[in-house]
Structures are given as structure tokens and as C-alpha cells.
């Protein structure tokens, strides 16, 4: 048995009643996608009890644990196929096998004896366990033991770069090499615990190597594995840590809020080094409150506290609390109100980024107030904010705000003292508002004067009546501006009288333009951008449109003229034809490196493997929701020695197959399907 490959794809006559979880089982192994080989093995094994098939399941899943780096499971499984056939080659062979690999040679010579023992009754199958002792015999013969021979500063770099589960693994070899892998520091510096067995070896080392150990992450489901932690946390084992993570899936387990008084030690312990610190509490109850965690870890800059409760539950008190040193806040919860906010600012003076999910408006008022050095702005907002740039400057004001992702927006009274206070520095603008009346605009002008974004660069909002008017009003020939992002514009015509006097602009996303426009407004816009394009000044690199009804084949080929254009995004453009879609992409030719087609059932299999060929720029496909795209058309695409793609993502294309997608896998970087 080759121990460095998967046993042979399974044919067996038993596998009948399972042939869906088998046909899985074999694909898993034939792409050595160790993970799903052992899911699928697992799957089956649980259902079938017939020696003969188990053993062979066995086999298959101890190989994939192995060569996955899990070598206890792995060695299970062999010992189960020992258990489970004593009589069998198979398991001795299988665990001998896995020793060998390992460089445990002595115990791999033992198990083969062990079987060449068990089935002394027939010669024939002794010979595979004689001819693995042999080869074994071998091995030990010409073996090196690097860490003994090489000197000890290139072991240490080598055992640095080593997987967490190999150095696991490593602790098990030898005293030489348990002892070699201790004593490199770098090896040690970041330790993530989950449900691996592995993660057993690791615990026992702990109070030798947690004095190296920087960045801890707990995320596991296991009691005894959280336990074991926060006792070592406790007694004080890691020395030099400054971050620390625990997950949802470790605060889950039952009985946490019995830790609290443990981990409160545990966080005194730590509270020197201790500087970022990152807490999913789910549902937990009775346990600590975020004014207690600040208090124990006095030298904290980042925190992020989530639960599912409100934050008068968690929230504490912060009377307690003198000025601390917190730079950077995210709170997720079901409910923040503006007295939690205004507590936090009171005692955390230095606040640089706030990011608040689960409040409601009231909470901006005191940000107006007390967050004199808040830069970055977090409200109700799904998608990633982007983390603090490096020290703080002279310059008082936010740089960055960003409201939620759609959905009821805020009304604009709200939030518009706080842009109207930080006009001069706001630089980039994520607004989701409300629409606001005719009356009550000409309100705001009058309440608000002069309101400009002069240092804007990237805006996103929601272009509802009203609030069009006001914001693109503050846009007016805005100098920096490169990236605007437009959804539901009532006005399309109005939108682009302003986009086509934004010097800088680079990036546009217009999406869901729900006003009647005539297409030449698009055409004016492109035509300009074209000539910019020409004469080596600022234009298009990047465009989006996604539901422009407006969008036909006359604006996409004028479209097509920009020469700086690079990146496209279309979806839902159902004025545009099947010819008008091929002739852009030709026109367009070698220009574009990022391609995205979505919800629009005129793409063909035409426009994937023919219009796309031959673009040799061309590094990132993205198609979504086409019920015309078949197999053929990504094959013939990818099969094209002209396109050097480096990325596809394939979503709800119902006649692309995973067939399709596995042939794909094997030719292109990174694959996405769903």
C-alpha cells in the first residue's frame, strides 16, 4: 500500500443502496479534498456495518486523515480496522503503513510483525506485511533526523513554518524533538484552539511555550479544550499575549457565566500585554459586563463586544472607569441606546473608530458631543468598515461614516448635524436616509448653508427624492471625488448633469434608476468620459449598472469608446440585446481584467467562450443568476489557451454543473461555486 496517495476509488456491489453519498465519496477522493473525503467516509460508516465495506471506508478516511496532517485520527481508524478484522492485512498494513510516514519506523516494524503473526495461516498475505517490514528495516537504516543534524537555528525557522496540527503532531516524535519544537519561540507566537485532537499535545505544552505565545483564538465546542484555556489564562501562563479571540462557538457551551469570576482573573492576568480583545457572548446571561472587562484590562486599544442581548444587560457600570485607553470599538447587540454610547465616550475620551450594530438613532447625539477624536463611524452597517489607519493626526473630525446597508434608512435630521459638523474632513460617505419633501429640503438648505463635501473621494447613497437634490448639491465639481455610488435615483438626468462635472471620478455604480430618462443622458456622459479617455485625463476605469432600464445597445457602445475602462458590472440590463452584449466585449477587447454578468438571460454560452476569448488581460469572471450559460460555454472559455483568468465565481447558473466546475478547478486558481 502506497502511503503517500488515497487508496483506489471504491467499487464495491454493496455501495448500491448508498450511491449518491458514495458517488460523493468518490469525487471527494479522486480531487483530494481531504476534508469532504473524511465527511463522506464518516457518512457512510455510520450507516454500514458489513466487515468487508467498513474496513475499506476505514482505510479511505485514515489515509485522508493522514495526509490532512490528522495523524491520531488517522491512527484510529487503522487500530479500528485491526478491531474490526484481526485477521485482515488491511488494518496492520494501513496503521504500519501511517507509522512509517511519520518516520516512526520501530513501531511501524512492530504493528507488521503484529499481523504477520495474526495471519501466519496464509503465507500469500504475510508477503505485504514482509515486504513493509523490509522497507521499513530500510528506512531506519538511511534515515537522517533532521533536527538532530541540522543546527539549531535553521530546525527553529523551519518548525516556525510549520501548520499548527504538524507541530502537534511534532510534540509526539521523540524527547529531541518535543523539546526542539518547545524551545522555538517564533514557532509560538499565534496559537488557535478548536476540536481537533491534536490540540490535546498542544495543552500539555502550554506552560512551557504560552510565555511565546502573542495571539490566542479559542473557537471550539469542546468543554474540556475552553477549560483547559481559561485555567491557563488564569494561572498565568501566557506572558507576552496581546490579542485574544473567543468565539461564539466557546462562549455557546454551557455554563459560561460560571467563568466569570475566572476569566475576570484572567484578565487581570493578561492586562498588561493585553491590547486587542475580541468577545462573542451569543446568549450568555450572568456573566461579565464590558464596563468590568475595561476595567480589568487597563491597557486595552481594541475591543469587540457581541452579544445577543441588549447592551443594558451587558453594558455595566462605567462610573468605576477612569479615562482608558481604548482607540477602537465594535459592539454588536440587539439594542444600544444613546445613554450606553454617551457612557462609553465619557470614559473612553481617546476613541478613534466606533462601530455600533443593533442601535437606534438617538445614539448620534452623543457622538456629536463627546467623540471629540472619533475618526470612523459605524452604524447599523453589515459589510466590513475598514480598521484605523496608523497614528492619529492634528486634524479633529470624522474621515469616515457609514450608515446601514439599505433597508429603513434614517430620517435625514438625524444624521445631518453630525455631516454638517464634519464636512471639512469627511472623506468617505456611506448614506442610507429617507426621502425628504419639497418643503422640508428647502428647509435643510436654509438650516444648513453652504453645505459642501469638498474632501469627499468615495460616496455611497440612496438617491431618493430629496435627498438627490441635497447631496448632489454638496458634490458640485467636487475635486477628489473618485468613487460614487448611486441606488434608487429618482433623477437620472439630474444625476448626470452632476457625475459629468466630477473631475476625478473613477469608479461609478449606478443601480435600480427608478425615473424614466432619455438614454441620451447616458450617451452625454460616456461621450465625455470617452474623450477624457483619449486626452490623458481622469476617467472611467470602473462602471456599474445594475437594473438601468435605460441601458440599451446605443449606450453600451458608446460605453465601449472609454479606452481606460478595465472593469464592468452588468445586471439586469433587459434593454440590452444578445448582438448589442457581443458587440461591447469585442469592442472592448484586451481592455478588461475584471468581467460581471448577472441576471439577464440574454448571456449565451457565445458570449463565454467566444467574446471573452483571446482576452489576455482578462483576470476575474463573475456570473450570477444565467439560465443560458451552460457547461460547454465555460469549458470552451477555459480550455482557450488565450485567457489567462485567475479567478471565476459561478452563483445560481443552473445548467453549469459541478462536473463542469471540478474540470474547472483543475486549470483556474480560485474557483467559487454556489
Same mark, same amino acid.
Not at 27 to 51: H, K, M, W
Given at each position: 500500500?502506497?502511503?503517500?496517495?488515497?487508496?483506489?476509488?471504491?467499487?464495491?456491489?454493496?455501495?448500491?443502496?448508498?450511491?449518491?453519498?458514495?458517488?460523493?465519496?468518490?469525487?471527494?477522493?479522486?480531487?483530494?479534498?481531504?476534508?469532504?473525503?473524511?465527511?463522506?467516509?464518516?457518512?457512510?460508516?455510520?450507516?454500514?456495518?458489513?466487515?468487508?465495506?467498513?474496513?475499506?471506508?476505514?482505510?479511505?478516511?485514515?489515509?485522508?486523515?493522514?495526509?490532512?496532517?490528522?495523524?491520531?485520527?488517522?491512527?484510529?481508524?487503522?487500530?479500528?480496522?485491526?478491531?474490526?478484522?484481526?485477521?485482515?492485512?488491511?488494518?496492520?498494513?494501513?496503521?504500519?503503513?501511517?507509522?512509517?510516514?511519520?518516520?516512526?519506523?520501530?513501531?511501524?516494524?512492530?504493528?507488521?510483525?503484529?499481523?504477520?503473526?495474526?495471519?501466519?495461516?496464509?503465507?500469500?498475505?504475510?508477503?505485504?506485511?514482509?515486504?513493509?517490514?523490509?522497507?521499513?528495516?530500510?528506512?531506519?537504516?538511511?534515515?537522517?533526523?533532521?533536527?538532530?543534524?541540522?543546527?539549531?537555528?535553521?530546525?527553529?525557522?523551519?518548525?516556525?513554518?510549520?501548520?499548527?496540527?504538524?507541530?502537534?503532531?511534532?510534540?509526539?516524535?521523540?524527547?529531541?524533538?518535543?523539546?526542539?519544537?518547545?524551545?522555538?519561540?517564533?514557532?509560538?507566537?499565534?496559537?488557535?484552539?478548536?476540536?481537533?485532537?491534536?490540540?490535546?499535545?498542544?495543552?500539555?505544552?502550554?506552560?512551557?511555550?504560552?510565555?511565546?505565545?502573542?495571539?490566542?483564538?479559542?473557537?471550539?465546542?469542546?468543554?474540556?479544550?475552553?477549560?483547559?484555556?481559561?485555567?491557563?489564562?488564569?494561572?498565568?501562563?501566557?506572558?507576552?499575549?496581546?490579542?485574544?479571540?473567543?468565539?461564539?462557538?466557546?462562549?455557546?457551551?454551557?455554563?459560561?457565566?460560571?467563568?466569570?469570576?475566572?476569566?475576570?482573573?484572567?484578565?487581570?492576568?493578561?492586562?498588561?500585554?493585553?491590547?486587542?480583545?475580541?468577545?462573542?457572548?451569543?446568549?450568555?446571561?450572568?456573566?461579565?459586563?464590558?464596563?468590568?472587562?475595561?476595567?480589568?484590562?487597563?491597557?486595552?486599544?481594541?475591543?469587540?463586544?457581541?452579544?445577543?442581548?441588549?447592551?443594558?444587560?451587558?453594558?455595566?457600570?462605567?462610573?468605576?472607569?477612569?479615562?482608558?485607553?481604548?482607540?477602537?470599538?465594535?459592539?454588536?447587540?440587539?439594542?444600544?441606546?444613546?445613554?450606553?454610547?454617551?457612557?462609553?465616550?465619557?470614559?473612553?475620551?481617546?476613541?478613534?473608530?466606533?462601530?455600533?450594530?443593533?442601535?437606534?438613532?438617538?445614539?448620534?447625539?452623543?457622538?456629536?458631543?463627546?467623540?471629540?477624536?472619533?475618526?470612523?463611524?459605524?452604524?447599523?452597517?453589515?459589510?466590513?468598515?475598514?480598521?484605523?489607519?496608523?497614528?492619529?493626526?492634528?486634524?479633529?473630525?470624522?474621515?469616515?461614516?457609514?450608515?446601514?446597508?439599505?433597508?429603513?434608512?434614517?430620517?435625514?435630521?438625524?444624521?445631518?448635524?453630525?455631516?454638517?459638523?464634519?464636512?471639512?474632513?469627511?472623506?468617505?460617505?456611506?448614506?442610507?436616509?429617507?426621502?425628504?419633501?419639497?418643503?422640508?429640503?428647502?428647509?435643510?438648505?436654509?438650516?444648513?448653508?453652504?453645505?459642501?463635501?469638498?474632501?469627499?473621494?468615495?460616496?455611497?447613497?440612496?438617491?431618493?427624492?430629496?435627498?438627490?437634490?441635497?447631496?448632489?448639491?454638496?458634490?458640485?465639481?467636487?475635486?477628489?471625488?473618485?468613487?460614487?455610488?448611486?441606488?434608487?435615483?429618482?433623477? &437620472?438626468?439630474? =444625476?448626470?448633469?452632476?457625475?459629468?462635472? /466630477?473631475?476625478? !471620478?473613477?469608479?461609478?455604480? %449606478?443601480?435600480? +434608476? #427608478?425615473?424614466?430618462?432619455?438614454?441620451?443622458?447616458?450617451?452625454?456622459?460616456?461621450?465625455?468620459?470617452?474623450?477624457?479617455?483619449?486626452?490623458?485625463?481622469?476617467?472611467?476605469?470602473?462602471?456599474?449598472?445594475?437594473?438601468?432600464?435605460?441601458?440599451?445597445?446605443?449606450?453600451?457602445?458608446?460605453?465601449?469608446?472609454?479606452?481606460?475602462?478595465?472593469?464592468?458590472?452588468?445586471?439586469?440590463?433587459?434593454?440590452?440585446?444578445?448582438?448589442?452584449?457581443?458587440?461591447?466585449?469585442?469592442?472592448?477587447?484586451?481592455?478588461?481584467?475584471?468581467?460581471?454578468?448577472?441576471?439577464?438571460?440574454?448571456?449565451?454560452?457565445?458570449? &463565454?467562450?467566444? =467574446?471573452?476569448?483571446?482576452?489576455?488581460? /482578462?483576470?476575474? !469572471?463573475?456570473?450570477?443568476? %444565467?439560465?443560458? +450559460? #451552460?457547461?460547454?460555454?465555460?469549458?470552451?472559455?477555459?480550455?482557450?489557451?488565450?485567457?489567462?483568468?485567475?479567478?471565476?465565481?459561478?452563483?445560481?447558473?443552473?445548467?453549469?454543473?459541478?462536473?463542469?466546475?471540478?474540470?474547472?478547478?483543475?486549470?483556474?486558481?480560485?474557483?467559487?461555486?454556489?
Amino acid at each position: 500500500m502506497n502511503a503517500d496517495i488515497l487508496p483506489s476509488v471504491l467499487y464495491i456491489s454493496l455501495l448500491s443502496s448508498l450511491p449518491n453519498t458514495i458517488q460523493s465519496l468518490n469525487n471527494a477522493i479522486e480531487g483530494r479534498e481531504y476534508l469532504r473525503t473524511i465527511q463522506f467516509a464518516s457518512d457512510v460508516i455510520n450507516q454500514v456495518r458489513q466487515s468487508n465495506l467498513l474496513l475499506a471506508l476505514l482505510d479511505v478516511r485514515s489515509q485522508a486523515y493522514s495526509m490532512n496532517g490528522q495523524f491520531e485520527l488517522a491512527l484510529s481508524d487503522g487500530e479500528q480496522m485491526i478491531k474490526a478484522a484481526p485477521t485482515s492485512v488491511a488494518g496492520y498494513l494501513r496503521k504500519g503503513d501511517l507509522l512509517s510516514l511519520y518516520g516512526r519506523q520501530k513501531k511501524a516494524i512492530a504493528t507488521y510483525c503484529q499481523g504477520i503473526q495474526a495471519v501466519q495461516l496464509n503465507p500469500t498475505k504475510a508477503e505485504h506485511l514482509l515486504l513493509a517490514k523490509s522497507k521499513a528495516e530500510i528506512l531506519i537504516e538511511k534515515r537522517v533526523d533532521f533536527v538532530a543534524a541540522l543546527p539549531a537555528d535553521i530546525t527553529t525557522k523551519i518548525i516556525a513554518q510549520l501548520p499548527q496540527s504538524t507541530k502537534a503532531v511534532c510534540l509526539t516524535i521523540s524527547k529531541m524533538w518535543r523539546n526542539r519544537v518547545i524551545e522555538s519561540a517564533n514557532a509560538w507566537k499565534r496559537l488557535v484552539v478548536n476540536d481537533n485532537q491534536e490540540y490535546i499535545q498542544l495543552f500539555r505544552a502550554i506552560p512551557t511555550v504560552g510565555q511565546n505565545i502573542q495571539d490566542l483564538i479559542l473557537d471550539t465546542s469542546s468543554e474540556m479544550s475552553r477549560s483547559a484555556c481559561i485555567n491557563n489564562l488564569r494561572e498565568g501562563y501566557f506572558t507576552s499575549i496581546r490579542s485574544l479571540e473567543m468565539t461564539a462557538r466557546t462562549t455557546a457551551l454551557g455554563n459560561f457565566g460560571a467563568y466569570a469570576v475566572v476569566l475576570s482573573t484572567a484578565f487581570w492576568q493578561i492586562r498588561s500585554t493585553l491590547t486587542n480583545l475580541q468577545i462573542d457572548l451569543g446568549s450568555v446571561q450572568n456573566t461579565f459586563s464590558m464596563a468590568e472587562l475595561l476595567l480589568s484590562c487597563s491597557n486595552l486599544t481594541d475591543l469587540s463586544f457581541s452579544t445577543k442581548l441588549p447592551m443594558s444587560a451587558l453594558g455595566g457600570d462605567f462610573s468605576l472607569l477612569n479615562s482608558h485607553p481604548l482607540l477602537n470599538l465594535e459592539i454588536r447587540s440587539t439594542l444600544i441606546t444613546g445613554k450606553q454610547i454617551q457612557d462609553i465616550l465619557r470614559h473612553c475620551p481617546n476613541l478613534r473608530r466606533l462601530v455600533m450594530n443593533g442601535c437606534i438613532p438617538p445614539v448620534l447625539r452623543p457622538i456629536q458631543t463627546y467623540a471629540q477624536n472619533l475618526e470612523i463611524l459605524g452604524y447599523n452597517h453589515d459589510h466590513p468598515i475598514p480598521g484605523l489607519p496608523g497614528a492619529s493626526t492634528d486634524i479633529r473630525g470624522l474621515r469616515e461614516i457609514y450608515t446601514s446597508d439599505g433597508g429603513v434608512g434614517l430620517h435625514v435630521e438625524v444624521i445631518l448635524p453630525l455631516l454638517y459638523k464634519n464636512m471639512e474632513t469627511l472623506e468617505t460617505l456611506y448614506l442610507c436616509t429617507r426621502r425628504i419633501s419639497a418643503g422640508d429640503l428647502q428647509e435643510l438648505y436654509s438650516r444648513y448653508p453652504n453645505f459642501k463635501l469638498k474632501k469627499v473621494t468615495t460616496l455611497t447613497f440612496w438617491s431618493f427624492e430629496g435627498v438627490q437634490e441635497f447631496i448632489l448639491r454638496a458634490i458640485e465639481r467636487a475635486a477628489n471625488l473618485s468613487y460614487l455610488s448611486m441606488v434608487n435615483i429618482h433623477d &437620472i438626468s439630474d =444625476a448626470i448633469g452632476t457625475i459629468i462635472c /466630477l473631475p476625478a !471620478l473613477k469608479t461609478l455604480r %449606478l443601480s435600480h +434608476v #427608478t425615473s424614466i430618462a432619455n438614454k441620451l443622458s447616458f450617451l452625454r456622459l460616456f461621450e465625455t468620459h470617452a474623450v477624457r479617455s483619449k486626452s490623458q485625463q481622469s476617467s472611467l476605469e470602473s462602471i456599474t449598472l445594475w437594473h438601468c432600464a435605460e441601458i440599451t445597445d446605443t449606450v453600451l457602445a458608446s460605453l465601449a469608446r472609454i479606452k481606460t475602462l478595465h472593469q464592468v458590472v452588468f445586471a439586469n440590463l433587459n434593454a440590452v440585446s444578445t448582438a448589442g452584449l457581443s458587440q461591447f466585449l469585442h469592442r472592448v477587447d484586451q481592455q478588461l481584467t475584471y468581467i460581471s454578468l448577472g441576471d439577464m438571460w440574454i448571456v449565451t454560452d457565445y458570449h &463565454i467562450a467566444t =467574446a471573452l476569448a483571446g482576452k489576455r488581460n /482578462l483576470t476575474m !469572471l463573475n456570473l450570477e443568476n %444565467l439560465p443560458n +450559460v #451552460t457547461d460547454k460555454g465555460i469549458r470552451d472559455l477555459i480550455d482557450n489557451g488565450n485567457c489567462p483568468m485567475q479567478e471565476l465565481a459561478v452563483n445560481n447558473c443552473p445548467l453549469v454543473t459541478n462536473d463542469c466546475i471540478q474540470y474547472v478547478k483543475k486549470k483556474v486558481k480560485t474557483v467559487v461555486y454556489t
